[in-house]
């Protein structure tokens, strides 16, 4: 008998509950042995629910019995999560997670706590809820380097930029509609602001270049300035846009980044829509490969902990390594990152401060008559070779850079009113 404790029953913990007992005799066939709950813990009360026998107020109930083998963390947050995943590592119990928090924090304490104590820790939920990605990376695609990571890992924000480029909706709009049917929280800003990602990003680039990759050191942009207008630009790119979380090597560098990209059709994220999520990975031998499906949900991600429950089962009293180094691993500064961008710029800094200083200079008039003629000439002759795209009403000039690193372009920049830049994936 295999005994399982879930620390929480929220949506992702009833949802293993759930795949346990329905999928009882396929479970248990599968890990080798009789899979049971034996004990949920959560503060709440649960009357009438099929859990409440089994609903237990105290975690050292768990941790002293001797007959609970595998433990089951989907109470998320920070704490005390973290300190009952090493309390049970430390008993020899197996933890499977989808606290991607803890996780991208504590990843490499928590499995070296498993190596010394012949256990587990396993966390396939924590990136891309249901889709199967963390161990088709540590068990997979072991021969290959691998060249880059780029995800929508991010389902909120996906049906957002979706609902955006396919309604002509506004952002606001759209996240109070995404509150309202539940696909967004009361507090979005994890979503939109890209902090989500950045934990998930930071957990595959840990393991794709086997070395912590701290989320605090990855630039991080949400989506909150994104614009129906950015969308109409997009469209003349043949194109659209999505939050990726990317991981890359570029010239023997790992960089890592949330951001919006510019996504083209010929991309396969391209087609990735709703509250979907996908992960595309090249490796040098390889080539690309792409994982797609349910990025949330109680089901979806509930599949994904109890597969790790069967790997935990499999494999009772053997540590599973995986390679990830606490070493910290320097990431490359967003400013050597190479790309081109999406630039619409609306004028000239330098005669805005005109403006702002004489009122209404005589040379004004002449300025705004001929603005988007002036504007090329100057991006012209300080970006250089770039395309440009149809104006909507002569306010603004929109154009496409050639590839070219952050800190150029931002010194390229400085002399434009820039309305909103975007990175364009180079796929
Ligand atoms: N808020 C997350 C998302 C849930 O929208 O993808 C899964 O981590």
Redesign the pocket.
């Known amino acids: 008998m295999i005994n399982v404790a879930i620390l929480g029953y929220g949506v992702v913990g009833s949802g293993v509950y759930k795949v346990i007992n329905d999928n009882n005799s396929h479970v248990s066939r599968r890990a080798g042995d009789d899979v049971r709950v034996k004990y949920v813990l959560d503060l709440r009360e649960f009357p009438g629910d099929p859990a409440e026998d089994v609903l237990v107020h105290d975690f050292d109930v768990i941790l002293n019995d001797d007959e609970v083998d595998i433990i089951v963390e989907t109470m998320g947050g920070v704490e005390p999560a973290h300190t009952f995943e090493v309390k049970a590592l430390k008993a020899g119990k197996s933890v499977c997670t989808?606290n991607?928090e803890v996780v991208a924090k504590w990843g490499f304490e928590l499995l070296q706590l498993a190596r010394e104590n012949n256990c587990n820790f396993f966390f396939e939920a924590?990136?891309g809820?249901g889709i199967p990605v963390i161990r088709p990376l540590i068990n997979c695609i072991t021969a290959d380097h691998v060249k880059s990571i780029s995800g929508i890992?991010?389902?909120?924000?996906?049906?957002i930029l979706t609902k955006m480029a396919e309604e002509g909706l506004a952002f606001e709009d759209v996240l109070k509609d995404a509150q309202k049917k539940g696909?967004?929280?009361k507090n979005p800003e994890?979503?939109i602001e890209g902090y989500?990602?950045c934990r998930?990003i930071a957990i595959l680039a840990s393991l794709a270049y086997e070395r912590q990759v701290d989320y605090e050191d990855i630039y991080t942009e949400g989506i909150t300035k994104i614009t129906g207008i950015d969308f109409w630009y997009a469209n003349q790119l043949d194109a659209s846009i999505k939050l990726l979380g990317l991981a890359k090597r570029q010239n023997g560098v790992v960089y890592a980044m949330v951001a919006p990209f510019i996504v083209k059709q010929d991309n396969p994220l391209y087609g990735v829509c709703d509250?979907f999520?996908a992960i595309l990975l090249d490796g040098d031998m390889l080539g690309d490969v792409m994982f797609y499906g349910k990025?949330?949900?109680s089901l979806p991600?509930a599949s994904a902990v109890v597969s790790d429950v069967i790997e935990a089962a499999k494999n009772k009293g053997r540590n599973i390594p995986i390679l990830w180094r606490p070493e910290k691993r320097q990431l490359g500064s967003v400013d050597v990152f190479e790309t081109s961008y999406l630039v619409r710029v609306s004028g000239l800094k330098a005669v805005d401060r005109l403006k702002e200083t004489f009122g209404n200079p005589s040379d004004e008039l002449r300025y705004e008559r001929n603005k988007e003629e002036i504007l090329t000439n100057e991006v012209k002759k300080v970006f250089g070779n770039v395309k440009f795209l149809m104006g909507q009403d002569g306010e603004e000039v929109a154009f496409v850079t050639k590839p070219m690193s952050g800190a150029e372009f931002e010194k390229a920049a400085e002399d434009f009113v820039v309305e909103n830049r975007i990175r364009i994936a180079d796929l």
Do not use: F, I, M, Q
């Open positions: 989808s991607k924590s990136v809820g890992l991010n389902g909120t924000t996906n049906y696909y967004a929280e994890a979503d989500d990602a998930k509250v999520n990025g949330a949900g991600t």
